[in-house]
């Protein structure tokens, strides 16, 4: 089945030190976003890709990277991470236009910072 | 800006119905509409691309009031399986499309 896929599900780090989360699709879509959502808030934008364009939220810390090699990979780098940076981070993807299209999600991956 | 979700939590017995609203300070281009379980990712359920639209599948539907800013989710005769955390997104253009916001959620629980 054609399908959203993160790994790993879960990530345990240590402060300030580098973790690299990656997400591939089959669905050969070429927007593909990074979300981060705390407990109990609704996910918050990042970043996205749009083909190889690289789209930044306005705040999103720079300790936040991400690179899109292909159309079907995408990695979120945390260079320095925080107690602040622990939560799920979701990777979802769509073709075309966000307004018009549904989103397709991964599973997540929770990230646990120590 | 964020859309506003109302109300924040709802508890229902099997075989109710509820109303989830959303509403926007901004004109709204398209809604979209998301559940999402405890622990997973968001689901999709619908998205409305005109004032006045409607839609539904199986007992939940939509509806899009273009010119109040506002949608509303109906859930009739609700199932167990209809509980968790509703979301309303909301359209913000830009030069290549648009991007989705996410309402704060609205925590369904459907008892038995």
């Known amino acids: 089945d054609a399908m959203v896929i993160q790994n790993p599900r879960y990530q345990v780090t240590q402060f300030g030190k580098p973790v690299t989360l990656s997400c591939s699709q089959t669905l050969n879509h070429n927007v593909m976003y990074w979300y981060q959502q705390k407990s109990s808030q609704a996910p918050k934008l990042l970043f996205h890709?749009?083909?190889?364009?690289?789209?930044n939220e306005a705040d999103t810390p720079d300790n936040f990277q991400s690179r899109r090699p292909n159309t079907s990979f995408c990695f979120l780098d945390i260079r320095s991470p925080g107690l602040g940076d622990a939560a799920m981070y979701l990777c979802?993807?769509?073709?075309?236009?966000?307004?018009?299209?549904?989103?397709?999600f991964g599973p997540g991956t929770r990230l646990t910072v120590l | 800006q964020q859309p506003v979700q109302s109300p924040q939590a709802v508890i229902l017995r099997e075989g109710e119905d509820a109303v989830i609203n959303c509403s926007s300070s901004?004109?709204?281009?398209?809604v979209h509409w998301y559940r999402q379980k405890h622990g997973e990712a968001p689901v999709f359920l619908m998205i409305?691309?005109?004032?006045?639209e409607q839609k539904g599948h199986d007992k939940i539907s939509a509806s899009f009031n273009e010119k109040k800013q506002q949608s509303s989710l109906y859930l009739t005769a609700s199932q167990l399986s209809y509980s968790g955390t509703y979301f309303c997104?909301?359209?913000?253009?830009?030069?290549?499309?648009?991007?989705?916001?996410f309402g704060q959620g609205t925590e369904l629980s459907v008892k038995p």
């Open positions: 979802a993807t769509s073709t075309g236009l966000a307004g018009v299209n549904e989103q397709f």
């Open positions: 901004k004109a709204l281009y398209s």
């Open positions: 409305l691309l005109k004032g006045g």
């Open positions: 890709y749009y083909d190889k364009d690289f789209n």
């Open positions: 997104g909301t359209i913000r253009l830009y030069n290549q499309g648009g991007k989705l916001i």
